[in-house]
Nanobody, 126 residues
Framework: QVQLVESGGGEVQAGGSLRLSCAASGRTFSRGAMGWFRQAPGKEREFVAA????????VYAHSVKNRFTISSDSAKNTVYLQMNGLKPEDTAVYYCAADTFAPFGTPVTKSEYDFWGQGTQVTVSS
């Protein structure tokens, strides 16, 4: 089992920044990946960004590329999502997810992830 706890959400004005954190505990996985997804009211949960357990090039959704940055600190078992240039359409509940075995690349679909955090609300006002 893997436990994921997100933090860092909140309310910010358009153009502002927030940094989300996701602390992982429990089972370790060296060939997996960590990802961020988001879900706005009335919409499907969508991929935001992901990074492999071994590091490497992260993957981003087109809508957040060049604004959001995903990173990881293996010593702290924590993944971060730095969000800059926030827009009202970024408003959503943001979820951290773990794929414990991803040997063929960084997964971008929610069905590939095994464990999920409880989510943290991000609200961007115009």
């Amino acid at each position: 089992q893997v436990q994921l706890v997100e933090s860092g959400g909140g309310e910010v004005q358009a153009g502002g920044s927030l940094r989300l954190s996701c602390a992982a505990s429990g089972r370790t996985f060296s060939r997996g990946a960590m990802g961020w997804f988001r879900q706005a009211p009335g919409k499907e949960r969508e991929f935001v960004a992901a990074i492999g357990s071994r590091g490497g090039s992260p993957v981003y959704a087109h809508s957040v590329k060049n604004r959001f940055t995903i990173s990881s600190d293996s010593a702290k078992n924590t993944v971060y999502l730095q969000m800059n240039g926030l827009k009202p359409e970024d408003t959503a509940v943001y979820y951290c997810a773990a794929d414990t075995f991803a040997p063929f690349g960084t997964p971008v679909t929610k069905s590939e992830y095994d464990f999920w955090g409880q989510g943290t609300q991000v609200t961007v006002s115009s």
